[in-house]
């Protein structure tokens, strides 16, 4: 099952995206520019392998909701999102503000 949930924050609004796969969730909320997801996210990869995409992310851990995801520190973030000042430790809602300000 996939849900589509859009997300109003300050006059805008991000998109959650929630899908439920056999003992698992996978969780993002996104933005124009940029991302947070759960744990399933590979940071090192888009910062490695991916780096010349600039790609803005985050990841957090432990999380099975989007509320969750919402409410949880990032655990690692993208050498883009860092840019922008989003680091570990952030609150995910915290991130998704700063991308929508953009």
Do not use: F, W
Not at 26 to 39: K, N, R, S, W
Not at 69 to 86: C, N, Q, R, W
Request: hydrophobic letters at 45%; a neutral charge.
């Amino acid at each position: 099952m996939i849900h589509v949930l859009p997300i109003p924050m300050e006059g805008k609004v991000a998109l959650g995206i929630s899908v439920q796969l056999p003992k698992t969730n996978l969780v993002v909320v996104t933005t124009d520019i940029g991302y947070i997801m759960c744990g399933a996210l590979d940071v090192g990869l888009l910062n490695e392998k991916l780096a010349s995409r600039g790609i803005i992310a985050g990841r957090a851990v432990g999380v099975k909701t989007l509320e969750e995801l919402l409410d949880a520190p990032l655990e690692s973030v993208t050498h883009k999102a860092a840019e922008m000042g989003i680091t570990v430790g952030t609150i995910g809602r915290d991130a998704i503000r700063r991308m929508l300000q953009g």
